[in-house]
Each structure stands twice: as structure tokens, then as C-alpha cells.
């Protein structure tokens, strides 16, 4: 009798111990290693707002087929001066362009560019023959997006920000904004982080024809080299967010457009990788 009992309390400690190993890895108390544990990602507040900040992009027309593959791109900005430092206490504590305010300048979804003077064109280089989307909005020193109300902005035209749809030589490929899809479009971080800018890290992104709430904007962050996950954060508000405690090392941030069924919103823009180096010594 004295085996009997002594046998099932064992049991019963194992099946315990088992409950809750599972719960804990469950829990994701066991999956980040502890080099990771401070590592955050916390939503915060949008800038003040810059009143009627808009952009219109005048070249290339909506549709157009160009016969030059060799592409200059003309912009009209109101209300945004670019080249000069934003002046708002967060300035202080994130990456910032010594060249100032600028507006942010994507092409077919790769890493923007930063165009400082709009008022000349800019040369986005030589893009094979097809269709081509361009996204343009006015970006402040420290790469935070100034958020209009640039979600519903028609091709072409300036509610925000801009965006079209050209053709190179010929009127071929699929188009990756239109009017009625919804998208969530990469803006920050990207690059090197070295010394002070590593210690908080922006992370931004615009939105295309979408709201969110019942739809939501996803940033997960894994090492580079095994794909580790050690941060993720889904945002109900269009506001940008803070990375803070990453160690020195290569990362990939992935930013998805999550549906009401919390799955990956379809389209080419909703689910996007950057990688990110992280260099906390400045030397």
C-alpha cells in the first residue's frame, strides 16, 4: 500500500512537472533567450502635426507609359519645408538627418529614399520595363511620417502623401497599389543604429485605403542569423512605436497588415522584411 502511494505521487509530480513545462513554453516564458529579455517594442504618441502638409507627385502621370527607363520624378509639396531640423523635444532621443525634414520616397516597395529638395526632380535611377509604384510622403529629421489623413488619397493627387502607378516602355505587370486594395507601407527603422541611436530605434509605417482596428499593423523582430523572434507588438492605432534593448547584432523587422481574422492582409506591400544592424559602441 505504502509502494502504491509513494508510485502515484510520483506519477503525479511528473505529470505536474510536464504541465508545466508546457504551459511556460506555452507562455513564451522559455522561447526568447535571456540576452533578448529587455528588448521592447512600445507604441507611443504622434508628433505634433505639421497643418496641411501635403504632396502631389506631377511626374510621372497616373498610367502613363514612359519610353526613357531612365526615371526623374517631379513633386509639388505644400505647407512642409524640407531641409530644416524638426524642432519637438522627441528630435533629442532618435536617429536624425543631419540634412533635415525631407520627404520619404518608395519604389516598389524597397527601402525608401530620401529626397531633401523637392523642388528639383529626383532621379529614382533605371527600372526594368513595366509597371511601377511610387509612394511619397513628407517625412520630418528624425523619419517619423507625417500622418495626414493621406489613408483615402486618390493617384496622383494630395491628401498627405502621394502615390501612382507607371509604366517603362511598355504596359505589362501587375499593379501593386490601386484604389480600393489596402496596404500597409514600411517606413522605419532601416540601416545601421551605432551608439546613441541604438538605444531607441523608430519604428513607422503609412497606410493606404485602410483604417486600423478591427485591421492591425504587426512589427515582429527576429535575429538575422537563426530567425529567432524576440519582440512583437500589433498596433490598433496608426501611431509609430519604440525598439528599445537590443543588443549589438544583424535583425530582421517584419512589418505585416493583420485582417479582422488576424491573418496576413493579401498584397505585395503587407508583409514586409528589413534588416537592421545594431552597433550600441559607437567605435
Known sequence: MFRFFVSRLNSISIALLILGTVLLAGCGGSSVPEKYKDVEIKPVKRSPSIQDADVHLKKPDDEAVVENADIDLEFKVDSFETGIQTDVPRADSLASSEKGQHLHVIVDNKPYRACYDPSKPFD???L???VHTVIAFPSRSYHESVKGPGAYAKPGYFEGYAWTNFY????KGEKMLNDDKVSVIYSRPKGTYTGKDAERILLDFYLHNVELGSYNAQYTVTTAEKGTEI????LTEWRPAYLTGLPSGTYNVT????????????????????EIVVKKNAS
Do not use: H, Q, Y
Open 124 to 126: 529614382i535611377g533605371t
Open 128 to 130: 526594368e520595363p513595366g
Open 168 to 171: 517603362v516602355k511598355e504596359k
Open 231 to 234: 519582440a512583437s507588438k500589433k
Open 255 to 274: 512589418l505585416e497588415l493583420r485582417n479582422p481574422d488576424d491573418e496576413t492582409e493579401s498584397g505585395p506591400f503587407n508583409k514586409t522584411t528589413r
